[in-house]
């Protein structure tokens, strides 16, 4: 079975950036779609970013500018770069593998991103 684990959450200014890291203990190259979700207290979780094995990207029109997803499958890693961070991005980030044909479906532990005002 896979494992997906986040890093890189941590307490920032309004305006500052951080790098969120997936580690996946599996191979990534096949997976349909890598991505990114977020969860905010009293909020459902919502998806922040994805990109396929193709290295298409979608963003949430609430990110779109500010953040940018890619991954590096050689090392199995998804990376999450978040700019102009705003308070409204506080919550826990979620990475997910999802890959239909392989009954994939993997989250990870999460990480949690506080922006200060």
């Known amino acids: 079975q896979g494992q997906l684990v986040e890093s890189g959450g941590g307490l920032v200014q309004a305006g500052g950036s951080l790098r969120l890291s997936c580690a996946a203990s599996?191979?990534?190259?096949?997976?349909?779609?890598m991505g990114w979700y977020r969860q905010a207290p009293g909020k459902q979780r919502e998806l922040v970013a994805t990109?396929?094995?193709?290295?298409?990207?979608k963003y949430s029109d609430s990110v779109k500018g500010r953040f940018t997803i890619s991954k590096d499958n050689a090392k199995n890693m998804v990376y999450l770069q978040m700019n102009n961070l705003k308070p409204e991005d506080t919550g826990v980030y979620y990475c997910?593998?999802?890959?239909?044909?392989?009954?994939?479906?993997?989250w990870g532990k999460g990480t949690l991103v506080t922006v200060s005002s």
């Open positions: 599996l191979s990534i190259f096949s997976i349909d779609t």
């Open positions: 990109i396929t094995s193709g290295y298409i990207t």
């Open positions: 997910n593998a999802n890959s239909p044909y392989y009954v994939i479906d993997y």
